[in-house]
């Protein structure tokens, strides 16, 4: 069983930079792949990005490539998000998830955070 727990979303400027944290507690956080996802008002959750359970490989989703990173302090349980160049589109709540092996699929992670807000103002 993995808990999860994002921080770091606030309001922002349009072009400004932001670090979203993602926090697991439980057994075996470095076993797992991890991911962000995001959801807009109205739509459904979107993948943003994954790391493989070791942090040596990420996959992004292409619109948001170059912008967004992904890294994972395994002795911190601790996965990040960096926003960078961040748009108005980028508005949505972000969430993390866990996964046994690197996925895409929102259906295929078996462990949510409960989602931080980023809002990016024009």
């Known amino acids: 069983q993995v808990q999860l727990v994002e921080s770091g979303g606030r309001l922002v400027q349009a072009g400004d930079s932001l670090r979203l944290t993602c926090v697991a507690s439980g057994r075996g956080f470095s076993t797992y792949a991890m991911g962000w996802f995001r959801q807009a008002p109205g739509l459904e959750k979107e993948f943003v990005t994954t790391?493989?359970?070791?942090?040596?490989?990420?996959y992004y989703e292409d619109s948001i490539k170059g912008r967004f990173t992904i890294s994972r302090d395994n002795g911190k349980n601790t996965v990040y998000l960096q926003i960078n160049s961040l748009k108005p589109e980028d508005t949505a709540v972000y969430y993390c998830?866990?996964?046994?092996?690197?996925?895409?699929?929102?259906?295929?992670?078996?462990?949510w955070g409960q989602g931080t807000q980023v809002t990016v103002s024009s």
């Open positions: 998830a866990a996964a046994k092996l690197v996925r895409w699929s929102p259906g295929d992670y078996d462990y």
């Open positions: 790391i493989d359970s070791s942090g040596r490989n990420a």
